[in-house]
């Protein structure tokens, strides 16, 4: 009997060193942050009649009038946005496409005609580079719409340029604030 009353003993004292001591449960205490993030945006808005993809014409010229390093049949056109939401104060468009195997900066030619690309600038005659060098554009909003003017025309990129068909797709993201 004495052993079990030892053995009884044993286990209060242990119990009571271990209520003294807090517990194996209780001891240091972790801290942390959670981090929040998240995104207000400002709204939308509405491209014009016509719908989401636009076409721009560019009227013929003479490949004689093609010379290297330099634009040529520059169409003006512009990129209309309406119906902005309250509180919208400008739109970043952002452009991207195929750059041409010669010249990075001009869009890359689809058509028949060889030696030449496609060249985009804002309306101030900065090019917007399909590599993505220079290619974004900030309009502000004016009442509840957007416009942003650019301009596109030929390029000569090779030694010589034969006659055909130009095309080129280009390809712009818009983020509004």
């Known amino acids: ?17 271990l209520a ?43 490949v004689s009038q093609l010379r290297r390093g330099q634009v040529v049949g520059l169409k003006t056109f512009d990129l209309v946005l309406t119906n902005c939401s309250a509180g919208t ?43 993505g060098t220079d290619n974004q554009r900030v309009a502000t909003v004016a009442a509840t719409e957007v416009t942003l003017p650019l301009q596109v025309g030929y390029w000569q990129v090779g030694a010589t340029a034969s006659s055909g068909d130009v095309d080129t797709g280009i390809t712009f993201t818009i983020d509004y604030k």
């Open 1 to 17: 009997m004495r052993q079990s009353y030892s053995s009884i003993r044993t286990l209060w004292l242990s119990l009571a060193l």
């Open 20 to 62: 003294l001591c807090g517990g194996v449960s209780s001891g240091a205490v972790a801290q942390s942050n959670v981090s929040v993030t998240g995104n207000l945006t400002a709204g939308t808005c509405q491209w014009g009649v016509g719908g989401s993809d636009h076409a721009v014409l560019l009227d013929p010229v003479n």
């Open 89 to 131: 104060v400008s739109a970043t468009f952002t452009f991207s496409g195929t750059s041409d195997a010669t010249d990075k900066l001009r869009y890359r030619n689809n058509g028949t005609a060889r030696g030449v690309a496609v060249e985009l600038q804002s309306r101030d005659g900065r090019t917007i580079g399909a590599d």
